[in-house]
């Protein structure tokens, strides 16, 4: 694996292996990589694409300074983990390199409805600075296809809706690839590794909520299912941030389920210092036929 720093390095070699007919596959992260990132590897790497990842810890998408603080960096361990994969380059900028005049200089972008609910919602602040640095990080690595993860549903169809803006729909194709979870159900999160181990053995109910919300789908209403998901969160020691569904689509937030379109169930939550989200696309219910 090459690793480089500076754009203009990476650029270079990555316009050599262009005209050498390589496709580029691009894996933006922000390190404490674990299996869920490694699978976004190894799609792009099943894609037969020159294997692009960033770490990158962006200060402008933390709206909580602590939270960006008290990110956890790994920087070898990830190293070791993404020659073991077969990545073929590591991106690895300092702030300077993203940022050479300033955060404020940067492109802002809209996203309208999107960025007023849930994580916009909760996280003021955070969808404008995931625009900024994936389209500078796009600037830099030119790739043909990106891959990210449903994991972070709300972002996904934020790059959905940069790639419209930018006029980039037609050069780069955004691949969302399923959430890797450990055997409880949580999704692998870099946050994880911050959970206490009681809290790490509670984490695991976030997943049976919305596994729940999906097979109570054509025996209750939302809100009654929503108010049991809340009690037993809470029971938990969990202080839920929203607990959602909407139309998996446009993310229209729903009132209840609705046979028309495919719908996904989010939830956001605390648990003592560490904020985890979570969701799942509702599949299979007869309320969806
Ligand atoms: P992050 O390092 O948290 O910014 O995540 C980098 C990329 O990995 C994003 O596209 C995430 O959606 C994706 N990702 C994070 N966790 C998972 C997971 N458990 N399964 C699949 N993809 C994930």
């Not at 689509?249 to 605390?270: E, F, G, K, Q, S």
Request: net charge negative; glycine share 6%.
């Amino acid at each position: 694996m090459v690793i480089f720093k500076k754009t203009a390095d990476l650029q270079q070699y990555i316009t050599s292996e262009r005209i050498a007919g390589r496709n580029i596959g691009f894996i933006p992260t922000m390190g404490a990589l674990h299996a869920g990132h490694i699978s976004l590897i190894n799609t792009a790497l099943n894609n037969k694409d020159l294997v692009v990842c960033s770490i990158f810890v962006n200060p402008t998408q933390f709206n909580d300074k602590k939270d960006y603080e008290k990110y956890p960096v790994t920087v070898n361990e990830d190293i070791g983990m993404l020659v073991e994969a077969g990545c073929d380059v590591l991106f690895l900028p300092g702030i300077e390199e993203i940022y050479p005049e300033g955060t404020d200089k940067s492109p802002v972008f809209d996203f309208g409805y999107l960025d007023t609910i849930l994580e916009g919602a909760q996280r003021p602040g955070h969808f404008k600075g995931v625009g900024q640095v994936v389209s500078l990080l796009f600037d830099a690595v030119h790739p043909q296809n990106v891959y990210m993860g449903q994991k972070d549903y709300q972002q996904c169809m934020v790059i959905k809706k940069l790639l419209a803006i930018t006029g980039l729909q037609d050069k780069i194709r955004l691949h969302i690839c399923p959430t890797v979870r450990e055997a409880d159900g949580l999704a692998m999160s870099s946050r994880n590794r911050r959970l206490t181990e009681p809290q790490r053995m509670l984490a695991g109910c976030i997943y049976q909520c919305l596994v729940s919300i999906e097979s109570k789908a054509d025996t209750a209403t939302f809100e009654v299912v929503k108010k049991e998901c809340t009690d037993l969160l809470a029971a938990k020691g969990f202080i839920p941030e929203y607990i959602a569904l909407a139309n998996a689509d446009d993310l229209t937030l729903l009132n209840n389920y609705t046979p028309a379109p495919p719908m996904v169930a989010l939830i956001a939550v605390r648990l003592g210092e560490v904020r985890l989200i979570d969701n799942l696309v509702l599949n299979n219910t007869s309320t969806q036929a």
